[in-house]
């Protein structure tokens, strides 16, 4: 049927597309059109213009970059990812090697009577035994140290009385040494009998008299290390591991080094839950009073 045919027909007005024509205006390079008739032949001339397809042609290419520059980002970011882990994994890796490495030469340096299994845990434990036992040493030497200097320089040995209530000057004179005894024990005692005390520690304010011990206190997270320097007292020993434990303070180590009328408390606690002490002042103070009742009973045992 032609398109006469069917204008004549009377059909309402519609338009045919010219196929054929538009093929062949595409294939002749002219710019890209569409032709098309109406009912009554007429020929009308639409479709896509030139600049419609270089803008569409634009925002393909556009597209394709962004994919391509979303790929590379993606790409990147796995790439560094992969080279932290890497990084996280050498790091690891050396820090093991070198824990191994000291562990090592820490258990080559320990008796073997310190080092129950092989395991790291085991080995660190002995060290800690093996460095206290040799601490306690060192104060035995120290203390016999002294005796042989007290004895060479024939000074007559400190009584207990002159430990219990001399002043702090003539008690030191009595040694014939100059320095305060286990000096090297003492860095910064919170309370000074013997030793001088810290200069910024403020003193309590209910002890009046001069302190009646060498107490000097570290505390590390929930582990503190205690030396107390004071003279020898009846059942103290056994009084101040109680006090201790009424105040929450298990003790890990404990080691005692005698001096004349003297006694050299080395002791490792730990801090338990519920403990109201939470500085080395406080754990100071809390021992500084228990040597006081302590020297209080002491003192009404003998009257």
Same mark, same amino acid.
């Given at each position: 049927?032609?398109?006469?045919?069917?204008?004549?027909?009377?059909?309402?007005?519609?338009?045919?597309?010219?196929? =054929?024509?538009?093929?062949?205006?595409?294939?002749?390079?002219?710019?890209?059109?569409?032709?098309?008739?109406?009912?009554?032949?007429?020929?009308?001339?639409?479709?896509?213009?030139?600049?419609?397809?270089?803008?569409?042609?634009?925002?393909?290419?556009?597209?394709?970059?962004?994919?391509?520059?979303?790929?590379?980002?993606?790409?990147?970011?796995?790439?560094? *990812?992969?080279?932290?882990?890497?990084?996280? =994994? +050498?790091?690891?890796?050396?820090r093991r090697r070198q824990m191994n490495e000291?562990?090592a030469v820490l258990r080559s340096l320990m008796?073997?009577?310190? =080092?129950?299994?092989?395991?790291?845990?085991? &080995?660190?434990?002995?060290?800690?035994?093996?460095?206290?036992?040799?601490?306690?040493?060192?104060?035995?030497?120290? +203390?016999?140290?002294?005796?042989?200097?007290?004895?060479?320089?024939?000074?007559?040995?400190?009584?207990? !009385?002159? !430990?219990?209530?001399?002043?702090?000057?003539?008690?030191?004179?009595?040694?014939?040494?100059?320095?305060?005894?286990?000096?090297?024990?003492?860095?910064?005692?919170?309370?000074?009998?013997?030793? +001088?005390?810290?200069?910024?520690?403020?003193?309590?304010?209910?002890?009046?008299?001069?302190?009646?011990?060498?107490?000097? !206190?570290?505390?590390?997270?929930?582990?503190?290390?205690?030396? =107390?320097?004071?003279?020898?007292?009846?059942?103290?020993?056994?009084?101040?591991? /109680?006090?201790?434990?009424?105040?929450?303070?298990?003790?890990?180590?404990?080691?005692?080094?005698?001096?004349?009328?003297?006694?050299?408390?080395?002791?490792?606690?730990?801090?338990?839950?519920? /403990?109201?002490? *939470?500085?080395?002042?406080? &754990?100071?103070?809390?021992?500084?009073?228990?040597? /006081?009742?302590?020297?209080?009973? *002491?003192?009404? +045992?003998?009257?």
């Open positions: 049927m032609t398109l006469e045919a069917l204008a004549s027909a009377g059909l309402p007005p519609f338009f045919f597309y010219d196929t =054929i024509t538009a093929t062949t205006s595409h294939h002749s390079g002219r710019a890209s059109s569409s032709r098309f008739h109406n009912a009554g032949g007429d020929d009308v001339v639409g479709g896509y213009s030139g600049g419609t397809d270089e803008r569409r042609q634009s925002a393909e290419v556009a597209g394709q970059g962004r994919r391509k520059r979303r790929r590379q980002r993606t790409h990147k970011n796995k790439e560094d *990812a992969e080279n932290q882990r890497m990084t996280h =994994i +050498a790091v690891e890796r050396n000291h562990l008796p073997d009577s310190y =080092i129950q299994r092989g395991d790291q845990a085991s &080995i660190v434990g002995g060290a800690i035994d093996f460095v206290k036992e040799l601490e306690q040493l060192l104060q035995s030497l120290e +203390a016999q140290k002294r005796t042989l200097q007290q004895r060479q320089a024939g000074k007559p040995e400190s009584s207990p !009385a002159t !430990a219990d209530g001399g002043s702090r000057s003539s008690s030191s004179h009595s040694h014939g040494v100059d320095s305060p005894p286990f000096a090297q024990f003492f860095t910064f005692p919170q309370y000074g009998w013997r030793h +001088a005390a810290a200069h910024d520690y403020p003193q309590p304010e209910d002890q009046l008299l001069p302190a009646l011990a060498d107490i000097e !206190a570290t505390l590390i997270e929930t582990h503190a290390n205690v030396r =107390i320097l004071s003279p020898k007292r009846p059942h103290q020993l056994v009084k101040i591991v /109680c006090g201790l434990q009424d105040l929450k303070l298990s003790i890990l180590h404990l080691s005692l080094t005698t001096l004349d009328a003297m006694v050299l408390y080395s002791l490792s606690v730990k801090v338990e839950e519920g /403990c109201n002490l *939470a500085t080395v002042d406080d &754990i100071a103070a809390a021992i500084h009073r228990m040597l /006081c009742l302590i020297q209080a009973e *002491a003192t009404a +045992a003998a009257q």
